[in-house]
Nanobody, 123 residues
Framework: QVQLVESGGGLVQAGDSLRLSCAAS????????VGWFRQAPGKEREFVAA????????YYPDSVKGRFTISRDNAKNTVYLQMNSLKPEDTAVYYC????????????????WGQGTQVTVSS
C-alpha cells in the first residue's frame, strides 16, 4: 500500500503559478503510476495529469496542456504538479492518486488517493 499527502494549494490570482506536491509513504513508490485530478463544487472529478513509473511519459487533457506539468522524483517519493497561467476555472480541490497498474484518465481505476488540497484562483 501507499499513502499520499498533497500540499501546496492556496489562493492566487489569475495568471499566477502554483506547484502542488504529492508525498508518498513507502519504499516502493517508483512502482506506482500517479495521476492528478481535480473536483470543483457540483462537478465531476476531472483528470488533470498522469505520469508513468519512471517519469518519462506524461499525459494531459487539452484543458491544461501547455500550462500544467507533472513530474516526479522517486528518490524523494514525491510527484509534483506545476501549474502556470492559472485561470479562475482551475479552482478546485486537487487530488493525487496512485496505482500499481493503471495509467490514464479514469479516476475509478486508481486505488490510492490523497485527501486533497484546495486551489482557488481569483479573477
Amino acid at each position: 500500500q501507499v499513502q499520499l499527502v498533497e500540499s501546496g494549494g492556496g489562493l492566487v490570482q489569475a495568471g499566477d503559478s502554483l506547484r502542488l506536491s504529492c508525498a508518498a509513504s513507502g519504499r516502493t513508490f517508483s512502482r506506482y503510476t500517479v495521476g492528478w485530478f481535480r473536483q470543483a463544487p457540483g462537478k465531476e472529478r476531472e483528470f488533470v495529469a498522469a505520469i508513468n513509473r519512471s517519469g518519462d511519459n506524461t499525459y494531459y487533457p487539452d484543458s491544461v496542456k501547455g500550462r500544467f506539468t507533472i513530474s516526479r522524483d522517486n528518490a524523494k517519493n514525491t510527484v509534483y504538479l506545476q501549474m502556470n497561467s492559472l485561470k479562475p476555472e482551475d479552482t478546485a480541490v486537487y487530488y493525487c492518486a496512485a496505482d500499481r497498474i493503471f495509467l490514464g484518465s479514469d479516476h475509478y481505476q486508481y486505488a490510492y488517493w490523497g485527501q486533497g488540497t484546495q486551489v482557488t484562483v481569483s479573477s
